[in-house]
């Protein structure tokens, strides 16, 4: 029983170091155009997190925030990747 408290306290730091995700929705107007993005998030890992962070993200590149879809780790990057295309980790 000791050894598992100790393995589990050693793995305690590299669970909270796990990276947080979120896919979203944003727009361009004049002209309309539309993207599907992943972005990496830190701090907590929850839509409205990733919402304060990503807006101003956009906002810097003239994008508008439509809405966050999802929040999630590492093991839900591949299956977006190719939906995210050029928006991939960009912003």
């Not at 929040?71 to 295309?85: P, Q």
Request: proline share 4%; glycine share 8%.
């Amino acid at each position: 029983m000791r050894h598992l408290l100790i393995i589990l306290a050693l793995l305690g730091p590299v669970a909270a170091e796990a990276g947080c995700f979120a896919d979203y929705k944003a727009k361009q107007d004049s002209p309309l155009r539309l993207h599907y993005g992943v972005a990496q998030i830190t701090g907590a890992c929850t839509p409205s997190a990733a919402q304060a962070q990503l807006a101003p993200r956009l906002a810097a590149q003239g994008w508008t925030l439509l809405n966050v879809l999802s929040v999630f780790d590492e093991s839900g990057l591949d299956e977006r990747k190719a939906s995210a295309g050029a928006y991939y980790l960009r912003f």
